[in-house]
């Protein structure tokens, strides 16, 4: 990946470049998703990498078009082969660490005699760390580049195997969860943000190419998930589930040291993201000049933002999975600790969740909600459906693994028909009425309900994921800004493991002592609300109607 890359949709030069003609004749971009040709000024600024504004740049001819096809050999369209290993790796320790576990649940909840709604905090402890961590590691990408978060990410990633498989009792299990959490959240961020530097076209064939690989590679380990969590179980106890960690991280930590690309950051990713400049806009001349030597701003965290977001979301959490534990007193400080969060974040230069970004981007806010209700649905299948299998039919954890295998097959074969399409709107839809048929389906089963019709209810399922997945990412590619790929990349996995952490609080809450048939049909009927909620939004979201390509590129709808 070369060094003088810009991540804008530069104009071809002229003799004078003022900002007016540039935004007159802007095409539609990722950053300007409504083809208006007006972009947020401070996106607009940060969207150029620029080199030392004290030396004049030396003349040269105008390039033609920032095009794909106009892109020379040093500046290739897409990610070298090289990096798909590590990539895909670092990817998939989130989604293999969330179905591994699901048939792990009940014989955990057995060896240390707590009831099934107390074992409901081994996924939810996850989903609360990967929630929080993941605005941090987006943040820290855009900072210091994808590979220092991304080798620190697989480090924790074998810490908390080792935690886990050695744990003494069942609140070190939740802590190693939680240190898992923070490990795995580094892989998506950096992964999204390598793949979105690679190119100037964020819709291009390429892009989507590699998004359909990332998304077949993701389901691919939720199929080996619970069938090989059933296996490990079977074999070796649930102490496996966590010790398969050990070697995952230790395979990420070495690809990843050796293929990734060395962080030298530019002020692309260096300039704050919501900091006003006075500065005059880069000329075409200057707009691709990147000196290595070009210094690195000094990380800033947002230290009260991150402690309000996690004061916030734990006491919510808290009396969601634990009604008596206090309702009132922990709703009190979950309102509070929100309402000083958004005011912190619409205050701060560097926020730690840059809510004027989403605020300012509909498209990247609808992007952002329904990944949060397709979550939510599809997180309840996994570990209501699965604990239901197990606990009312009497399956046994392998059998219930091979019961979720189709939603999984399916998906994959689904991902790899349909990833490069373009057309978005169409496939979300459908995702969002798959979901709905499945959550019809659970509210008809019951005890002695036969095998094809649960196994039917995993094949619609898979429907839903085999699309939804990766047309969410194509959409994020495409709305995102393309200097704030990494925080983007890391608040559409926080939205997506808030809807998880619901799916896990409303399990808990509708089960309670029990996963009996009762307890499933209240669950799918929240299931339900949210997939209808999924499919309205996805027919009525005007930036996912059919649209002129940016640069040439094929069209989204």
């Excluded at 500046?75 to 990817?91: C, D, M």
Aim: aromatic fraction near 6%.
């Amino acid at each position: 990946m070369s060094a003088r890359r810009t991540d804008a949709t530069a104009a071809p030069a002229t003799a004078s470049t003022p900002a007016t003609s540039e935004r007159n004749s802007a095409p539609i971009t990722a950053d300007d998703p409504t083809g208006s040709g007006v972009a947020d000024a401070a996106e607009l600024r940060s969207d150029t990498t620029v080199g030392d504004p004290a030396t004049p740049a030396a003349p040269r001819p105008a390039p033609a078009p920032a095009t794909p096809t106009a892109m020379t050999a040093a500046e290739p369209e897409g990610v070298a082969r090289r990096l798909y290993a590590p990539l895909i790796i670092g990817t998939i320790l989130n989604p293999i660490n969330s179905s591994i576990v699901a048939v792990a649940l009940v014989p955990i909840a057995a060896a240390f005699g707590v009831p099934a709604s107390q074992a409901a905090w081994l996924v939810s402890g996850l989903y609360l760390a990967t929630s929080i961590g993941q605005p941090l590691a987006g943040r820290l990408v855009d900072a210091l580049g994808a590979k220092p978060v991304f080798l620190v990410g697989a480090a924790l990633t074998m810490a908390a195997g080792v935690l886990g498989a050695l744990a003494p009792g069942f609140g070190w299990l939740i802590a190693a969860r939680v240190v898992l959490g923070l490990g795995t959240c580094a892989g998506y961020p950096a992964s999204m943000s390598i793949v979105r530097g690679s190119t100037t076209d964020p819709t291009a064939k390429s892009t989507r190419s590699l998004l359909t690989i990332l998304a077949v590679a993701t389901q691919t380990v939720a199929v080996i998930g619970p069938t090989l969590g059933g296996l490990l179980i079977g074999g070796a106890g649930w102490r496996a589930v966590f010790a398969i960690n050990v070697p995952l991280g230790l395979a990420s930590l070495l690809l990843g040291g050796l293929f990734l690309p060395s962080s030298r950051r530019t002020s692309t990713t260096a300039a704050p993201s919501t900091a006003a400049t006075t500065a005059a806009p880069p000329t075409a001349a200057t707009a691709t000049i990147v000196s290595p030597a070009t210094p690195r701003r000094r990380v800033r965290l947002d230290l009260p933002g991150l402690a309000l977001f996690t004061l916030a979301l734990v006491p919510l959490l808290v009396v969601i999975m634990e009604p008596a534990a206090g309702f009132t007193w922990m709703l009190a400080i979950a309102v509070t600790a929100a309402i000083g969060f958004t005011v912190r974040e619409l205050r701060t230069h560097e926020p730690f969740i840059d809510l004027r970004m989403i605020a300012g981007n509909r498209a990247l806010l609808g992007t952002y909600v329904r990944a949060t209700l397709m979550a939510l649905v599809s997180y309840t299948f996994l570990y209501g459906f699965t604990q239901w299998l197990e606990h009312a039919r009497g399956l046994a954890p392998a059998t219930a693994g091979l019961v979720l295998l189709p939603t999984f097959a399916i998906a994959i074969v689904i991902s790899a028909l349909t990833g490069r399409i373009a057309r978005l709107r169409p496939k979300l839809a459908i995702a969002a009425a798959a979901q709905l048929a499945t959550c019809v389906i659970l509210l008809l089963v019951g005890d002695r309900t036969p095998l094809w019709m649960l196994v039917g209810a995993a094949v619609v399922m898979g429907v839903s994921q085999g699309l939804g997945n990766v047309t969410n990412q194509q959409a994020l590619i495409a709305v995102a800004p393309a200097a704030q790929m990494g925080s983007a990349a890391g608040l559409m996995r926080t939205f997506f493991y808030l809807g998880a952490i619901l799916s896990g609080a409303s399990t808990a809450l509708l089960f309670g002592e029990a996963a009996d048939t009762d307890g499933l049909h209240r669950v799918a009927i929240v299931s339900l609300v949210a997939s209808a909620l999924f499919l309205l939004l996805s027919l009525v979201d005007r930036s996912l109607r059919h649209r002129p390509a940016v640069a040439g590129a094929p069209v989204a709808s």
